[in-house]
């Protein structure tokens, strides 16, 4: 029971964090490992607990997604379902030990890149280009990355397409979480298909993700933007130090 609260706890801490700045894995995942969950398993069942909101978001933004010619997002789309499918067999071919080995780098990159997110994309804007066969490769790298562990999967997406020459903030927003969404989509089923996602924890870390995304808009409407930003990389920084202290201990 105590396993089951402290999941419950914090997918709906996730579910908050989500919906107001991003950094919900920093909570499930890590979770997930204290309870007793292998590695790899937890990695799943954290993708698992976390799909629904990528629904809802895409759903928020759906007209921002009609906006984008369906030609290019149906090609953006499949892209992005080839890279999150390799990224999600890499996955499944790594072992817990190795995966353990790499997991606090992972949560180490994915703060830094939550931290410097705005810098990162005001970088990437002035570097702009239009979207070429490079920046589908680019998709395609990032895909791999969000397949096999998503965490700031947001933020580089984001990056991402201010490369590619997009200005408009909704209409990026519209496109990745559309894009999280497909790439969520064929990692959970992935990952279930393989027998990794624990069924319990995460039907219960599913409503409970839902419930923390609902409460979260009141906090995210209250709470100044700095306040955000500075919990989402407390519990980053926190999580990095935490598994490379499991890692080395």
Known sequence: MLDMLILALAAFGAGVLNTIAGGGTFLTFPALVFTGIPPVAANATSAMAVFPGYLGGAVGFRAELASIPRTRLIRLVLVTLAGGAVGSGLLLVSSNAAFSAIVPVLLLVATLAFLF????????????????????????????????????????????FALWGM?????????????????SAISVAIFALAGLVAWPQAVLMMVAATLGGYAGAPIARALPRRAVRAIVTLVGFSMSAVFFWRLLG
Not at 167 to 183: C, E, P, Q, V
């Open 117 to 160: 997110g705005d810098p990162i994309r005001n970088w990437a804007a002035a570097r702009a280009r239009s979207v070429t066969p490079e920046g589908a490769a680019g998709l395609f790298a990032v895909a791999v990355y969000g397949g096999y562990f998503n965490g700031g999967l947001g933020i580089v997406l984001l990056a991402l």
């Open 167 to 183: 200005t408009d903030i909704h209409r990026m927003n519209g496109l990745k979480n559309g894009l999280s969404f497909a790439l």
